[in-house]
C-alpha cells in the first residue's frame, strides 16, 4: 500500500494545492485548514454556502499565500508571518468558538468582489493563530488529546483510491458520470486494499518517515462532493450523495461516508511523499 496524492486546502473550502510531499504537524498536514472565510456575524462560509469558492485558486510562495480568481487581474497576497498588531476577533466554526486573526479590510474587499456579498454580510478571511488550540471532539478518541486548526472536526482527512473506483462502478451502472477524487476533498489518498477496508484500520503508519496517524471516526459527507470543485457547479445536484447512502459504506451509520477522519499519533514535523509506502493496523473484529 501506498500513497498516491497529498493535498491541502490552506483557506478552507477553496481549491485545494496537489503536492509530492508536505509536513505533519500537530494539527495536520503543515498550511492546511490554516485560514478560513467568515461573515459578518464572524461565522464560517464554506461551499455549502456560496459554491462559487471552487472558483478561487490558492497558492503558496515562499512568504505568502497567494489567492487567484478569473474575475480580477490583481490577485491577493497575504504575508505568511502574521503582523503582530493584527486584530483578533472570535468566530465561529460547527459549535466551536475560535480565537482568529483578521486579514484585514484588504482581503475582505477583494474576496466581496471576486465571491459577492454573502446575502447583506460582506466577507472577511481570518487566519488560525499559532498558539491556538482548537481540541478535536473526544467521543471517538480513546483518551488520546488532539486539536485542529479550521477543518471541520479532524486533523486529517484519509481517503481510498479502490474505494473511489467501486463508488464509481456504482455510479457508471446508474448511468452517472464519475467523479474525481477532488470532490471529496482529501489530504492524503492511498491506494491498495479493497474498496471501504478503509474502515476497518485502527491506524496507519508509514515506513520511511514513522508517521503514524489513528484513523477515529468516517467522514460523514454533505452536499460539497455534488459540487465541481472547479466550478462549483453540481452537475447532478444528488449524486454522489445518493449513491453512496445507497451503498451503506459505513455500516451502522446512518448517512453517506466516504473516507476516514483521522489524528497524528507519531511523527510531527517528518515528511510525508508520495509513493511513501505504509502498514496497517486493523481495528479488533
Given at each position: 500500500m501506498q500513497?498516491?496524492?497529498?493535498?491541502i486546502y490552506p483557506v478552507k473550502s477553496l481549491r485545494g494545492i496537489a503536492l509530492d510531499q508536505a509536513i505533519l504537524t500537530e494539527r495536520g498536514l503543515a498550511f492546511d485548514r490554516q485560514w478560513m472565510i467568515v461573515d459578518d456575524d464572524n461565522r464560517f462560509v464554506t461551499q455549502r454556502e456560496l459554491a462559487a469558492m471552487a472558483q478561487v485558486r490558492v497558492r503558496l510562495t515562499p512568504d505568502a499565500l497567494v489567492l487567484e480568481h478569473d474575475a480580477v487581474e490583481e490577485p491577493?497576497?497575504?504575508?505568511?508571518?502574521?503582523?503582530?498588531?493584527a486584530p483578533r476577533l472570535e468566530v465561529r466554526i460547527f459549535k466551536d468558538q475560535c480565537e482568529a486573526i483578521d486579514e484585514g479590510p484588504e482581503a475582505a474587499r477583494w474576496l466581496t468582489r471576486v465571491l459577492g456579498p454573502l446575502g447583506s454580510s460582506g466577507l472577511r478571511l481570518v487566519r488560525f493563530p499559532d498558539e491556538a488550540r482548537r481540541a478535536i471532539e473526544p467521543d471517538y478518541l480513546r483518551g488520546e488529546k488532539a486539536h485542529t486548526g479550521f477543518a471541520d472536526g479532524y486533523?486529517?482527512?484519509?481517503?481510498?483510491?479502490?474505494?473511489?473506483?467501486?463508488?464509481?462502478?456504482?455510479?457508471?451502472?446508474?448511468?452517472?458520470?464519475?467523479?474525481?477524487?477532488?470532490?471529496?476533498?482529501?489530504?492524503?489518498?492511498?491506494a491498495g486494499g479493497t474498496a471501504f477496508d478503509e474502515r476497518q484500520w485502527d491506524d496507519i503508519q508509514l515506513q520511511a518517515s514513522g508517521v503514524r496517524l489513528g484513523l477515529r471516526k468516517p467522514c460523514k459527507r454533505c452536499k460539497i462532493i455534488t459540487q465541481d470543485q472547479r466550478s462549483g457547479e453540481a452537475?447532478?445536484?444528488?449524486?454522489?450523495?445518493?449513491?453512496?447512502?445507497?451503498?451503506?459504506t459505513q455500516p451502522g451509520w446512518k448517512g453517506a461516508f466516504f473516507g476516514q477522519n483521522a489524528i497524528p499519533l507519531a511523527g510531527v514535523d517528518a515528511a510525508l511523499r508520495v509513493g511513501d509506502v505504509l502498514s496497517v493496523m486493523r481495528r479488533d473484529p
Open positions: 500513497i498516491t496524492q497529498l493535498h491577493l497576497s497575504v504575508a505568511l508571518e502574521p503582523e503582530a498588531s486533523a486529517v482527512l484519509v481517503t481510498s483510491d479502490a474505494s473511489l473506483s467501486a463508488l464509481n462502478t456504482r455510479l457508471a451502472e446508474k448511468g452517472e458520470g464519475p467523479v474525481p477524487m477532488s470532490r471529496f476533498r482529501p489530504n492524503i489518498v492511498v452537475p447532478s445536484p444528488k449524486e454522489p450523495l445518493k449513491t453512496l447512502a445507497e451503498m451503506d
